[in-house]
């Protein structure tokens, strides 16, 4: 259940992502197409940060450390350009143009995300 609602999470952050920042944009016809667009878009983000972050944390500390934590930034950005090469490649209606888009798209996205995760927890406790 968790799962499913990081990935609401992250397809709703995606989506005011694509409403905020120029540059970033879903395509296809409004409604369901997009929702699943947006679903699916959520889900490889996810798969990429996941699997590509923590590998680039440990290989890049030194970068943290000497930038005192702003290359996260740019791993953040070049991350986001990869979720749109890959979405490209499933010929998914995701486009991010450039990597100044992506660096305040990835911005956007971790706000967003973080807005919502504070009013929305991740699992039902039983108290």
Avoid: Q
């Avoid at 667009?37 to 923590?54: D, E, H, S």
């Amino acid at each position: 259940m968790g799962f499913l609602i990081r990935l609401v999470i992250t397809a709703i952050a995606l989506w005011v992502t694509t409403l905020i920042v120029p540059g970033v944009r879903v395509g296809g016809e409004p409604g369901a197409n997009t929702a699943l667009t947006l679903i699916a878009v959520a889900l490889i983000f996810g798969v990429v940060n996941a699997v590509l972050k923590p590998v680039i944390k440990v290989f890049g500390c030194v970068f943290y450390l000497l930038t005192l934590g702003l290359f996260a930034l740019v791993v953040n950005a070049l991350l986001f350009l990869l979720t749109d090469w890959i979405a490209r490649g499933l010929h998914l209606a995701f486009r991010v143009d450039g990597f100044w888009a992506a660096f305040w798209g990835a911005i956007v996205m971790a706000v967003v995300s973080w807005l919502i995760s504070v009013a929305v927890p991740d699992r039902l406790e039983n108290r």
